[in-house]
């Protein structure tokens, strides 16, 4: 069996981790196009060789633009790389623009298609990866959902007959990169000036349009976040970079401490060196439940509904409304004591990708 993977954003290239390596047990061939969408070395390179992912095969360079141009330029590259492939399957992965396009221009040669963490909804149709997903689930021949309530969703969409629960590969990752940071077999993160690691401490991150596009409630959760009584960790995305300076924002002051992203393993060590988190990214909601910190999520809504279970995730689209004590007593809140379970599965999710593959694969 030939695989070709198709990533392009970080959390793409975390899920790829664990497939890789299941992939290098096995006689299948796998080839791994790159298509560059996150071009920053801090978002993608690194993880290359922060995680033992084998080097793409192919680096298409896309880079960024609007999602109309990403998207068109990534679906005009991949055509002839997968024409001179022809793999048994093309694997898209989660919810971006390279999602997408891997997609299309897989369906497009008559490929079969697989997307991994296939079913997750938001049901926020303003946010770009909800169209992602929505079009890849409907294209692609085979889904592979991470959880039950994702199996229920394509279900509910008359997709139930091309779905396979999997598990969630990032499960995989985590635990075993989580396992060498308590080790002490991970090097120490890089936080921010100002950040004392053996001190209290808040991990945040920011970096959805909803968020920072609008000046007016990029400010507000700023300003939120430089109030709180403990020190916070920004690990600032590009795109919050770029906002920020054109709107005038200022993103130091107060407890607010502002750095760079980290690789996948140190964002590991800093969530479990930190007393809790503070995101909008999906990725990391669910990262701060497997590693036992509360989490707040700066949306009104999560695709990882699992999390929002006894408290470990609050979501809180406006800190303003809460008023400031509300606002520090849900982001300062302790672990809930509450059995999580194992709603993303026990770790072999790449394994069971691999295996579902083969058994369906023309």
Not at 196 to 207: E, F, K, V
């Amino acid at each position: 069996m030939k695989v070709v993977s198709i990533v392009g954003a970080r959390p793409q290239l975390v899920k790829l981790a664990p497939i890789a390596a299941a992939f290098a047990a096995t006689e299948h061939e796998h080839v791994i196009v790159h298509t560059g969408q996150h071009y920053d070395a801090d978002l993608s390179d690194v993880f290359f060789s922060g995680l033992g992912i084998p080097d793409p095969d192919v680096h298409l360079g896309i880079g960024s633009g609007s999602h109309g141009v990403q998207t068109g330029k990534t679906l005009a590259a991949l055509d002839p790389v997968l024409a001179a492939e022809r793999p048994d399957w093309v694997l898209v992965y989660g919810d971006t623009n390279s999602t997408l396009a891997g997609a299309l221009s897989a369906v497009k040669m008559h490929l079969p298609v697989a997307h991994l963490e296939a079913g997750l909804r938001s049901f926020n149709r303003q946010m770009p990866e909800e169209h992602n997903r929505v079009l890849t689930d409907h294209c692609a021949d085979l889904l592979l959902a991470p959880t039950e309530e994702a199996m229920r969703h394509l279900a509910n969409e008359g997709l139930a007959k091309r779905a396979v629960l999997a598990g969630d590969v990032m499960v995989d990752v985590c635990l075993r990169v989580r396992d060498l940071v308590r080790a002490g077999e991970a090097p120490r993160p890089e936080l921010p000036e100002g950040i004392d690691p053996s001190a209290p401490y808040l991990l945040a991150t920011l970096h959805r349009a909803e968020n920072t596009d609008d000046p007016r409630r990029l400010a507000t959760l700023v300003a939120a976040l430089a109030e709180l009584p403990v020190p916070v960790a920004l690990l600032a995305h590009p795109r919050l970079l770029a906002r920020a300076e054109e709107h005038g924002i200022k993103l130091g002051g107060g407890s607010l401490h502002v750095g760079r992203p980290l690789p996948y393993a140190g964002m590991v060590a800093a969530v479990l060196g930190s007393v809790g988190v503070v995101t909008d990214s999906g990725g990391l909601q669910k990262e701060a439940y497997l590693l036992d910190r509360p989490c707040t999520t700066l949306r009104p809504e999560t695709e990882w509904v699992e999390t929002l279970a006894d408290d470990w995730n609050r979501l809180v689209p406006d800190p303003s409304a809460l008023g400031r004590d509300g606002w520090v007593e849900t982001v300062t809140r302790p672990a809930p004591r509450a059995d999580r379970g194992t709603p993303y599965g026990d770790g072999r999710a790449a394994e069971n990708v691999v295996r579902i593959l083969a058994e369906h694969a023309r």
